[in-house]
């Protein structure tokens, strides 16, 4: 929110990149560890690009949108692995060092092609122009609904953390069945994000796609504790995944709505920081129970943790419309005091001046080019084919 998205993904890609070089060229433990605990700081590339599409996606794109992005996670968890056990076969830090050039790579292409938010940019040249906003200030919702996060990251990572431990004590398998395993639930994963999440959104709307994700998320997570076969609980596992998918696109798509430009950095950045509370809190949690036993209550403990999750967003988060008819809305512009819409993907920006008469309009990118004649800018509906 202060120093702008683009800023912050540049910073973030770059500090990603100098820890995977410093873990590759590693020559001790110490060392390891210390750029592996450095690069845990620069882990705000996500939240950012949610911030990002959340700035110029309309209510109606913005759950589609989101879907993908939270698909990337399952493409690399797909595709990664075999791309990085071909590259260690020239050493085992060549897969670090790779990653770090291509960190890199990604950085000089953010720099060169992708343009800081026109929200963010508005809102700066506003400010610029003397405009007080009190919109800034945080909900007090977003604190709930960060507890909710918590509770859902609790049980997704303690699972993902314990899925070899598990899988180990229920079947026996080993290191290359395990591995078997994560690619199935991981296409899964990719498969949820982008065939079924957009229309479970558009159909039952935010809130309940999100309740109904965390639900069978964490029912099926139950169910894979108390499969007998194999293939029933790899199935299990699957579904709870995929579901998980659907969940997080949702809630991405919730908190967007209840967020403006003013202050969807900081909203996005209080959820992140819920999740790593229950990214620290569960796999320790469920490791302590692996040493009781295995083969249960690390998933028990996972599904029940992502069961709470569902029934608090039941109770607190608040209904949304479906995708469509919040797009639907978002064409009528404003509210029904007259406001014009906020979210930057409803928008169009104009500066417009009386010259000799008759007025003129310039380009949106000229409100940020002029930020003394701020206080000029209207905010107008954007036509439906410049939306899309």
Not at 307 to 321: D, K
Request: glycine content about 12%.
């Amino acid at each position: 929110d202060r120093f702008g998205r683009r800023t912050v993904l540049l910073v973030s890609i770059c500090g990603a990149g100098l820890a995977s070089v410093g873990q590759g060229l590693a020559t001790n433990f110490w060392v390891l560890f210390a750029m592996r605990g450095f690069g845990g700081i620069w882990g705000a590339v996500m939240p950012v690009a949610k911030v990002y599409f959340a700035d110029v996606c309309s209510p109606g794109i913005l759950p589609a949108y989101l879907a993908y992005l939270s698909s990337v996670p399952g493409a690399a968890q797909t595709f990664g692995p075999g791309f990085g056990g071909v590259l260690a076969k020239f050493g085992l830090n060549i897969p670090l060092l790779v990653d770090g050039g291509l960190s890199f790579v990604i950085a000089t292409l953010v720099f060169l092609y992708l343009p800081e938010s026109p929200a963010w940019t508005l809102k700066q040249a506003k400010s610029k122009a003397g405009h007080k906003d009190g919109s800034a200030e945080i909900p007090r919702m977003v604190y709930v609904l960060g507890a909710c996060q918590m509770f859902f990251s609790m049980g997704l990572y303690s699972a993902s953390s314990m899925l070899p431990i598990f899988l180990s004590a229920r079947f026996g398998f080993d290191p290359q069945h395990v591995g078997y395993t994560m690619t199935v639930i991981a296409v899964m994963r990719l498969v949820g994000g982008i065939w079924i999440a957009v229309p479970v959104i558009e159909r039952i709307g935010t809130k309940y796609a999100c309740v109904g994700g965390s639900l069978f998320t964490g029912a099926f997570l139950l169910v894979a504790v108390y499969a007998h076969q194999v293939w029933s609980c790899v199935a299990a596992l699957a579904i709870s995944r995929m579901s998980s998918n659907v969940r997080t696109s949702a809630f991405g798509a919730l908190l967007a709505d209840i967020s403006k430009p003013e202050n969807r950095g900081s909203m996005f950045s209080v959820n992140q920081s819920f999740q790593s509370v229950g990214r620290l809190v569960g796999p320790v949690v469920a490791g302590y129970l692996a040493m009781v036993d295995a083969s249960q209550l690390p998933f028990l403990f996972s599904g029940m943790a992502i069961l709470v999750c569902s029934l608090l967003e039941f109770a607190v988060a608040p209904t949304q419309m479906s995708s469509k008819n919040a797009d639907s809305m978002g064409h009528q512009g404003g509210d029904s005091a007259g406001d014009p819409p906020d979210a930057g993907g409803e928008v169009a920006i104009a500066i417009k001046e009386e010259t000799e008469g008759h007025s003129t309009s310039t380009d949106p990118i000229d409100a940020a080019k002029h930020p003394e004649r701020a206080h000029q800018c209207v905010v107008e509906p954007a036509p439906e084919k410049v939306q899309h």
